[in-house]
């Protein structure tokens, strides 16, 4: 049986129930079907075990979340965003954790989600300091592929940043942790910035408030509060540097410094940055964010990103069968 989004339980708990008949119900989980193991992850609200499913024996990764910790922080509409968009993206074969199921008891809201087994883009890029040309160029095509499905679905991630961007069993890229994503209709995306005006109080509070990553937040969300796609291709910008120099570009010793030199368009290349991959992030990193390679570009790919020339040589249409290169 095919799991569905985020409301049966993984499919071998109800493999052996007789042909599904109209008044079928899926199981419903609980802790007690996990046998959970060590701590991978964790968050202001939330932490991610490795669990093992007691009836498959399949390993998952589970995001545990605190009620009270939720309701204290005021996250309840990070829960659900994570959960929409998750279900989104169920479907989309690659660039992505799944959510298979999720289930409560009193305390705990539980996410059942695909275990992504080599960890954090951000472990690998301090493990070997930087990443030759041609495995940056591979990670960031895959990365720019996840964005256009992810986009075409009228999702903003918004806090994309290589703790977030983990790495599965054939070391094929999995974006992670939408608890801050902006859910948009797919055709506005395209066109619309939308700013604070519209905003219901609380998500205006919460972007008065933004505290995502500094590194590698956008200028406009920090400035006008907009909503735009544009935003993730700045990150995605700031991750190519990082790949290619080891650290993000914008850097400083507190917050308030880091969104400073953001705003200030504030970084520079080290010596011996390729040239091609200069002039893609310089022509990504640009303030106005109407002015960003891809901004503008017209349905579901960013076709002006695909053919700068530091992408020459990718093989766009079997990005995600090859195995990628050896991160050494
Ligand atoms: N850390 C957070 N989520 C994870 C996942 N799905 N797989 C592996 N590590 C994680």
Redesign the pocket.
């Known amino acids: 049986m095919q799991a569905s989004p985020a409301a049966a339980a993984p499919s071998p708990a109800v493999a052996s129930s007789p042909a599904p008949s109209l008044s079928f119900k899926p199981i419903k989980r609980t802790a007690d079907d996990y046998i959970f193991g060590k701590l ?2 964790d968050g202001c609200y939330s932490t ?1 075990f490795l669990a093992k499913d007691i009836h498959s024996g399949k390993e998952y ?1 589970i ?1 545990v979340c605190e009620k009270n910790l939720i309701i204290r922080r005021k996250k309840r509409e990070y829960i659900k965003r994570e959960k929409d968009a998750l279900n989104m993206l169920f479907n989309v074969p690659h660039g992505f ?1 799944k959510l298979y199921c999720t289930f409560q008891d009193v305390d705990r809201l539980y996410f059942v ?5 080599n ?1 954090e883009l951000l472990t690998h890029i301090n493990r070997v300091g930087s990443f030759k040309l041609n495995v940056a160029k591979h990670y960031a095509a895959e990365l720019l592929v996840a964005l256009e499905k992810m986009h075409a679905k009228g999702i903003i991630h918004r806090d994309l940043k290589p703790e977030n961007i ?1 790495l599965d069993e054939n070391m094929h890229l999995r974006i ?1 942790d939408f608890g801050t994503a902006k859910l948009m209709d797919p055709e506005a995306i395209r066109t619309t910035t939308k700013n604070i005006e519209n905003d219901t109080q609380n998500e205006r509070s919460r972007k008065i408030s933004f505290v995502g990553t500094p590194q590698y937040v956008s200028p406009e969300l920090l400035h006008d509060c907009v909503d735009t796609r544009a935003s993730d291709l700045w990150a995605f910008g700031c991750i190519v540097y990082q790949m290619i120099s080891g650290l993000p570009p914008f850097r400083a010793a507190t917050e308030f410094l880091t969104f400073q030199k953001v705003l200030k368009m504030d970084y520079e290349f080290p010596e011996g940055f390729p040239a091609d991959a200069k002039d893609l992030v310089e022509k990504i990193l640009v303030l106005d964010h109407t002015q960003r390679l891809g901004s503008d570009d017209k349905g579901d790919m960013y076709g002006s990103i695909r053919n700068h020339p530091f992408f020459d040589g990718i093989d766009w249409d079997n990005l995600c069968e090859q195995t990628p290169p050896t991160i050494c």
Do not use: R
């Open positions: 991978i992850g991610v990764a995001k954790v989600l695909s275990y992504a087994k960890g983990l992670a």
